[in-house]
């Protein structure tokens, strides 16, 4: 149906994701199932690392072995939610590098407004994973990867918790060389820009901002 998106149907990863969509899961539950998500999405996200083979010693012989080829890997939050998705894949790969990409929506025109941008240097090194739990109109999205683009990265992934036919369509269209990895494709978006059924504002809901 998309030509670019992995839907991780995780039993896990969908259990935590009902209740996160419930409208009476507290703040603190909601921010602990988002980071515990992330974390078990990384592993998908990361499947296809390149690999190296190195030398290394054990206690008993020296043996050639795996590692990660290259760069350190540059996870980069769209702010503000996506500093929610972006602790779990740090528990997951606590070397990797940061970056932080902040727009805001603008809830009359729907289109995002940037207000920081700050990124690892030899970012076209490196393989980066864009975070944001969102994929509504797509907008912000589109704008993060193309800033990522004009610094040099060619190498994007954008992780997401939930999109919406509209965002990935948007998305796909701006940037097809880029692959979207979801846990739940919802059915479509509410005239102000919501996604259906939703989980509400995840950084409203993250943060106790309602």
Request: proline share 5%; glycine share 8%; with cysteine.
């Amino acid at each position: 149906m998309y030509k670019n998106v992995t839907l991780i149907e995780h039993p896990l990863i969908q259990h935590k994701l009902t209740i996160m969509r419930k409208k009476d899961t507290k703040t603190v539950h909601f921010r602990q199932i988002l980071k515990e998500i992330s974390f078990l999405m990384g592993y998908e996200v990361t499947r296809n690392l390149e690999l190296e083979q190195v030398e290394i010693e054990t206690p008993l012989e020296k043996m050639q072995s795996p590692k990660l080829k290259g760069k350190k890997l540059c996870l980069v939050s769209i702010l503000r939610a996506g500093n929610g998705f972006l602790d779990g894949l740090l528990d997951l790969i606590p070397s990797a590098k940061v970056g932080h990409i902040g727009l805001y929506r603008d809830h009359e025109t729907l289109k995002p407004v940037e207000y920081y941008f700050k990124i690892p240097d030899e970012i076209e090194k490196r393989t980066v994973i864009a975070v944001d739990p969102m994929l509504a109109t797509g907008n912000s999205a589109i704008i993060a990867i193309q800033k990522l683009k004009d610094r040099g990265a060619k190498h994007i992934e954008f992780m997401c918790l939930i999109a919406a036919p509209e965002g990935i369509k948007n998305f796909e269209t701006a940037h097809p060389d880029v692959t979207i990895h979801t846990a739940a494709i919802d059915r479509e978006l509410s005239d102000i820009g919501y996604i259906l059924p939703g989980i509400g504002d995840a950084g409203d809901r993250m943060y106790g901002t309602i």
